[in-house]
């Protein structure tokens, strides 16, 4: 065959030829392109999937490169399986596009640190304040009920690591003339790791919130501490018997046991009048006197004349609660007392109430 031949059979052949080449190698991008579809649509560990897309790539490149232009479709396969294994592990939006799903974690930069600010006076948490490792830690709402008597523990701790310096503590606000507070706070030291407690007082019924100032050794402001009068004040009264009492015994005329006691009101309301008190002697009567509130003479008939041992009284204040009191449950004294033998006239008995 001649030269002029031979060129132009080359010359007919490149085109089919080109086109085989463009058409390998579309198949080498629709493959690797298919393998990382494919891998993301089904369920399997990371692994497996990275292992599919490879796979995938790898056996389109291998078809792509049979043929002429052997250099050209081989470069053009490794590129494409690289893309595609770029595509696959860094999980790229076509896949996610394709599949409705994240194939791979894609790869997050690493956030450049921020710098710690200056230490300040911040809220460390709910009921802590730190500047640094100096910190105190304190509710910042108590509550109290709003009658005269009631009275709240505050605790305030040293949470840091640094002694924590309590100076002067204060009431403020509308309501601050009907609190008080004591405790062992004020002017002290307190160490790492300790506590000490202010005790506020209701003096008065609270007609609205008042806030406890804790001055302190941290840079910021005071801590404050707001005091919230919970509920409507309890007047009702609270009987009870005196924890003192005098006896005497008298054989003038009739034998008598009287006792000399009082009836208290220990409760936030007040009364006016008489509260039925009941006696009730160990083995022997019940009877009901009318007292009135700090002062009760019980003059309590009897047979003394062989009365040479102990007796025992039980008093019982408002025994079928007619009074609505704040406290039900303390309206019992015993007093016991010791009668001399064969006695005569009028003479004092020592009686223990308990």
């Known amino acids: 065959m001649s030269s002029i031949d031979m060129q132009a059979s080359a010359s007919a052949t490149t085109p089919t030829t080109a086109r085989d080449a463009a058409f390998a190698t579309g198949i080498s991008i629709i493959g690797a392109i298919c393998g990382t579809v494919l891998t993301a649509t089904?369920?399997?560990?990371?692994?497996q999937k990275l292992t599919g897309a490879i796979i995938g790539a790898v056996v389109a490149t291998l078809f792509s490169v049979t043929g002429p232009y052997l250099h050209?479709?081989?470069?053009?396969g490794v590129v494409?399986?690289?893309?595609?294994?770029l595509l696959t592990y860094s999980g790229a939006a076509v896949a996610d596009g394709f599949t409705g799903k994240t194939t791979y974690p894609r790869i997050e930069s690493t956030p450049t640190p921020t710098p710690s600010p200056t230490p300040s006076t911040?809220?460390?948490g709910p009921d802590e304040t730190c500047e640094g490792s100096l910190c105190l830690s304190v509710p910042q709402e108590q509550q109290l009920c709003a009658a005269a008597g009631c009275h709240a523990s505050i605790v305030i701790a040293n949470t840091g690591s640094r002694p924590l310096r309590i100076n002067e503590i204060e009431i403020e606000g509308p309501a601050a003339q009907t609190f008080r507070h004591s405790g062992d706070c004020a002017n002290q030291t307190v160490k790492a790791g300790r506590t000490c407690t202010v005790v506020v007082t209701v003096v008065a019924e609270p007609t609205g919130t008042a806030t406890l100032v804790i001055h302190q050794n941290l840079a910021g402001p005071a801590t404050q501490v707001t005091l919230v009068p919970s509920g409507t004040a309890d007047r009702r009264p609270n009987f009870r018997m005196s924890t003192k009492a005098t006896c005497s015994i008298s054989t003038i005329g009739s034998d008598r046991f009287t006792i000399r006691t009082a009836v208290r009101n220990d409760g936030p309301g007040g009364f006016e009048g008489s509260v039925p008190v009941r006696v009730a002697e160990t083995g022997g009567q019940t009877r009901e006197f009318a007292a009135t509130i700090d002062a009760v003479v019980l003059s309590i008939p009897t047979d003394l004349s062989s009365a040479d041992g102990t007796h025992t009284f039980t008093l019982t204040v408002d025994p079928d609660h007619e009074v609505d009191e704040a406290d039900e449950t303390n309206n019992i004294r015993r007093i016991t007392a010791t009668v001399p033998q064969g006695p005569s006239g009028t003479s004092d008995v020592p009686c223990t109430p308990s």
């Open 122 to 124: 911040s809220s460390a």
């Open 72 to 76: 050209v479709r081989a470069a053009v």
């Open 42 to 47: 089904f369920e399997g560990s990371p692994g």
């Open 80 to 85: 494409v399986t690289g893309a595609a294994l």
